[in-house]
T-cell receptor, first 112, second 121 residues
Framework: KQEVTQIPAALSVPEGENLVLNCSFTDSAIYNLQWFRQDPGKGLTSLLLIQSSQREQTSGRLNASLDKSSGRSTLYIAASQPGDSATYLCAVEETSGSRLTFGEGTQLTVNP | ETGVTQTPRHLVMGMTNKKSLKCEQH?????MYWYKQSAKKPLELMFV???????ENNSVPSRFSPECPNSSHLFLHLHTLQPEDSALYLCASSQDYGLWVRRDRETYEQYFGPGTRLTVT
């Protein structure tokens, strides 16, 4: 059974700092990996999707990498801003179908 | 806005009540999903419907009863719930679901609604 773990569970940083969120998964037979953002009381917004054949994806200040063989992904946020404060979720789609398995998330607070 | 709406946004119900959650998508998608998000736990898939047919039931207790009358609407009927069922219930949709679909991002990417915060007293 696929398990997804995110470290740290919570992170508080000053504005302007570069930071890294970590995600690991137990079964490397994945189709893709996604990073989502969730604001309090709201649904999920997809940030980046990396297909299993890719190594990384970039969108603005966000960069996500994937090392499928070691079962790891990182989300790098450059020059963090207070508006980046949210919970970041990692999810993998298994090759057996479109089922997504989620991690517990990292709650990020960027202080002005 | 993602094109997926959920009502109500907040719901408080007693253990003997019967209530329903509603999800509607305006994206022309064929697949719809119910997820449960409890405190300190990962998001859990509950049900998947594809072309109005239930294709996934993740061992969900029978006190949760899904209904999909058409590809745009998904309901979750609730009865005799327990306090531990208190959670954020999220609905999502995607163009299609399953191994046979054309495997590009537009086909399988899921769009989430804002969720219903359910409290069972």
């Amino acid at each position: 059974k696929q398990e997804v773990t995110q470290i740290p569970a919570a992170l508080s940083v000053p504005e302007g700092e570069n930071l890294v969120l970590n995600c690991s998964f137990t079964d490397s037979a994945i189709y893709n990996l996604q990073w989502f953002r969730q604001d309090p009381g709201k649904g999920l917004t997809s940030l980046l999707l990396i297909q299993s054949s890719q190594r990384e994806q970039t969108s603005g200040r966000l960069n996500a990498s994937l090392d499928k063989s070691s079962g790891r992904s990182t989300l790098y946020i450059a020059a963090s801003q207070p508006g980046d404060s949210a919970t970041y979720l990692c999810a993998v789609e298994e090759t057996s179908g479109s089922r997504l398995t989620f991690g517990e998330g990292t709650q990020l607070t960027v202080n002005p | 806005e993602t094109g997926v709406t959920q009502t109500p946004r907040h719901l408080v119900m007693g253990m003997t009540n019967k209530k329903s959650l509603k999800c509607e998508q305006h994206l022309g998608h064929n697949a719809m999903y119910w997820y449960k998000q409890s405190a300190k736990k990962p998001l859990e898939l509950m049900f998947v419907y594809n072309f109005k047919e239930q294709t996934e039931n993740n061992s969900v207790p029978s006190r949760f009863s899904p209904e999909c009358p058409n590809s745009s609407h998904l309901f979750l009927h609730l009865h005799t719930l327990q306090p531990e069922d208190s959670a954020l219930y999220l609905c999502a949709s995607s163009q299609d679901y399953g191994l046979w679909v054309r495997r590009d991002r537009e086909t399988y990417e899921q769009y989430f609604g804002p969720g219903t915060r359910l409290t069972v007293t």
